[in-house]
């Protein structure tokens, strides 16, 4: 991995204040597989839980040896899987070696919560240092919960989120998922009603996806909906968080004044982030790699310390423009233009720069004064504008 190092300090540019850089740690067991989930984990046991904890401990070591005096750590976030199977004092424990071998003192610190996660932990993991916890409710409606095959009833959603108490001791962000068959005018009702119930900082607002809808198929098949039905969906919710002083600053995530995710904004903005664990992704300099991608691929490069990373890539100068163009467009701020001029003087723009003038001019985005957003109601164009932009 000393490769690897070498190559991610050289690109960090040295004499300037260390750059402010999120951290993600990747817990990979859930208790049982959702049938529509596309993301990293296996059945949660206890030894490989125990293995787990050993393993991640060890490379928050190894990291620090080769990066710690070059970036600062600002934002943690637990994510999975489930994380919110790991006790309070285990999380206790990995937020103090990051704290002592990275030097982090993190204005954010988020957990993901399962829904079957005990009511019992929520004040515990509070009291270890994290700031903000993330449930992954997806509705409110038991029709569509049945249909997502999660096995929870509303109630227990509302009591996990009342356990974290009230007040500004704690933030709280719930995952929603629109698109489902089975939803109805009902189902967005019961979700606004149960943001104020539980007093939610954040939502995210997420589309059910084209692969995610083959698990339901049958169901699908039964009660499809258009794509105008669900663009309508997502406008109400638009629209009624508006209503309510929220602010949508993504095309997915709404926040109170204050609780837009700073560890999410790094993504968005192109801003560096370190990822560790099975799977995890990181960006530092101009490099951009992922770990192994399962447990026993990566707990045995860690334990050896011979980390190998066939996806570790330089970018091109062309590649992180067009990259951050398709991140930054997702945000309500959108980005500086003229920040990338700057950064890559030498770099010819103007092909982009006709692209965007007649984006500009059919109205689908804002160019002007060296700034480009996607106005809030494009946003579910955002596909097409892009692939208009760098294709
Ligand atoms: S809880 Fe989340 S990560 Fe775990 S199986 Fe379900 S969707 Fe996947």
């Given at each position: 991995?000393?490769?690897?190092?070498?190559?991610?300090?050289?690109s960090l540019e040295?004499?300037r204040e260390?750059p402010k850089?999120?951290?993600?740690?990747?817990?990979?067991?859930?208790?049982?597989?959702?049938?529509?989930?596309?993301?990293?984990?296996?059945?949660?046991?206890?030894?490989?839980?125990?293995?787990?904890?050993?393993?991640?401990?060890?490379?928050?070591?190894?990291?620090?040896?080769?990066?710690?005096?070059?970036?600062?750590?600002?934002?943690?976030?637990?994510?999975?899987?489930?994380?919110?199977?790991?006790?309070?004092?285990?999380?206790?424990?990995?937020?103090?070696?990051?704290?002592?071998?990275?030097?982090?003192?993190?204005?954010?610190?988020?957990?993901?919560?399962?829904?079957?996660?005990?009511?019992?932990?929520?004040?515990?993991?509070?009291?270890?240092?994290?700031?903000?916890?993330?449930?992954?409710?997806?509705?409110?409606?038991?029709?569509?919960?049945?249909?997502?095959?999660?096995?929870?009833?509303?109630?227990?959603?509302?009591?996990?989120?009342?356990?974290?108490?009230?007040?500004?001791?704690?933030?709280?962000?719930?995952?929603?998922?629109?698109?489902?068959?089975?939803?109805?005018?009902?189902?967005?009702?019961?979700?606004?009603?149960?943001?104020?119930?539980?007093?939610?900082?954040?939502?995210?607002?997420?589309?059910?996806?084209?692969?995610?809808?083959?698990?339901?198929?049958?169901?699908?098949?039964?009660?499809?909906?258009?794509?105008?039905?669900?663009?309508?969906?997502?406008?109400?919710?638009?629209?009624?968080?508006?209503?309510?002083?929220?602010?949508?600053?993504e095309?997915?995530?709404?926040?109170?004044?204050?609780?837009?995710?700073?560890?999410?904004l790094k993504y968005w903005r192109y801003e560096p982030f370190?990822?560790?664990?099975?799977?995890?992704?990181?960006h530092l300099g101009s490099f951009r790699?992922?770990?192994?991608?399962?447990?026993?691929?990566?707990?045995?490069?860690?334990?050896?310390?011979?980390?190998?990373?066939?996806?570790?890539i330089e970018l091109t100068p062309e590649a992180e423009l067009r990259e951050s163009l398709a991140f930054g467009l997702r945000l309500k701020e959108g980005l500086s233009w003229e920040d990338w001029r700057r950064k890559f003087p030498a770099l010819d723009f103007s092909h982009l720069e006709t692209k965007l003038s007649g984006l500009a001019?059919?109205?689908l985005l804002n160019f002007q004064d060296g700034w480009i957003c996607v106005?809030?109601?494009?946003?579910?164009?955002s596909?097409?504008i892009l692939?208009e932009l760098l294709w």
């Open positions: 991995m000393e490769k690897y190092y070498k190559l991610i300090r050289e040295t004499g260390k850089t999120g951290l993600y740690l990747h817990y990979p067991f859930c208790r049982s597989k959702c049938a529509y989930c596309h993301f990293s984990s296996v059945i949660f046991e206890p030894a490989l839980h125990r293995k787990w904890l050993s393993a991640i401990e060890r490379e928050i070591e190894q990291v620090a040896a080769h990066l710690a005096d070059y970036l600062v750590i600002d934002t943690i976030y637990f994510g999975g899987g489930s994380p919110s199977l790991l006790a309070p004092e285990e999380i206790m424990s990995l937020l103090l070696a990051v704290e002592q071998n990275l030097s982090a003192g993190p204005e954010e610190v988020t957990l993901e919560v399962n829904l079957a996660a005990e009511p019992d932990r929520v004040r515990g993991w509070l009291q270890t240092g994290v700031t903000r916890l993330s449930f992954g409710a997806q509705s409110f409606d038991p029709v569509v919960l049945e249909i997502l095959g999660r096995h929870y009833r509303p109630e227990q959603i509302v009591r996990l989120a009342e356990e974290a108490g009230h007040g500004s001791a704690r933030n709280i962000n719930l995952d929603l998922m629109i698109g489902v068959p089975g939803e109805s005018r009902k189902t967005l009702e019961a979700n606004l009603q149960a943001l104020c119930q539980i007093q939610a900082d954040h939502v995210s607002v997420y589309l059910l996806e084209e692969l995610e809808k083959v698990t339901f198929r049958k169901v699908w098949e039964e009660n499809p909906l258009s794509d105008e039905e669900v663009a309508e969906t997502y406008d109400h919710y638009r629209l009624k968080l508006e209503e309510m002083g929220w602010s949508q600053y095309i997915s995530n709404f926040s109170r004044p204050g609780f837009e995710c700073r560890h999410n370190l990822g560790l664990g099975p799977s995890a992704s990181s790699w992922t770990n192994p991608a399962t447990l026993g691929e990566w707990e045995a490069a860690i334990n050896s310390g011979q980390l190998e990373l066939p996806e570790f001019a059919a109205g106005p809030p109601k494009n946003f579910l164009v596909n097409y692939s």
